[in-house]
């Protein structure tokens, strides 16, 4: 699997489970009309979701390199969405009929935002400041392995 930028592209994780937990906690310790984002504690960037991506599915992952990255660039984001959407919507489809999957809430299409080179991080400081513990302070292979599960046992997965 081929990725756009580089390994170093800052995104966040943070497990469902403590997500519900969040929650919970301010409406008891949150102050009214603040904003608390939520990232557990791994410094995630899309080396790290790459080498589990590569654990969990047995795949190899890299990054376009600088020519590349490049030639891409000068074809658009555009052209980009376009080309990933062709490469991947009808084999996911296809996929889920195979599967008996009727309706999903996960999909592989691609929306042009999304592929523009921006770290998506954010500062979790607040609500920790505030006594919140996160249960997952790190994003595994097992946790993530655990989601996809759930999606599958749901049948929203193939």
């Known amino acids: 699997m081929t990725c756009l930028y580089s390994k170093d592209l800052r995104l966040n994780t943070v497990h469902v489970d403590d997500v519900a937990k969040a929650l919970h ?3 008891t310790h949150g102050e009214s009309g603040s904003i608390y984002n939520l ?3 791994n410094d995630t960037d899309q080396g790290k979701v790459n080498e589990l991506l ?3 599915f047995g795949i190899k992952t890299k990054f376009l390199n600088s ?6 660039a000068q074809m ?3 052209w980009l969405v376009g080309f990933a959407n062709d490469e991947h919507l009808k084999p ?3 996929a889920c009929k195979k599967y008996g999957i009727n309706d999903t809430p996960l999909t592989p299409y691609l929306d042009e935002e999304l592929i523009k080179e921006t770290n998506t991080a954010v500062d979790g400081s607040a609500i ?3 006594g919140f513990k996160y249960d997952h ?3 595994t292979a097992e946790s993530l392995k655990e989601v996809v599960q759930d999606f599958i046992k749901k049948r929203f997965f193939p």
């Not at 020519?67 to 891409?72: E, I, T, Y």
Request: proline share 4%; net charge neutral; charged share 20%.
């Open 25 to 27: 906690f301010l409406c």
């Open 39 to 41: 990232a557990d504690q």
């Open 54 to 56: 590569e654990q969990i």
């Open 67 to 72: 020519v590349k990255m490049s030639m891409a």
């Open 76 to 78: 658009g984001s555009k």
């Open 92 to 94: 996911f489809s296809d």
């Open 128 to 130: 920790v400041k505030l």
């Open 137 to 139: 302070p790190h994003v």
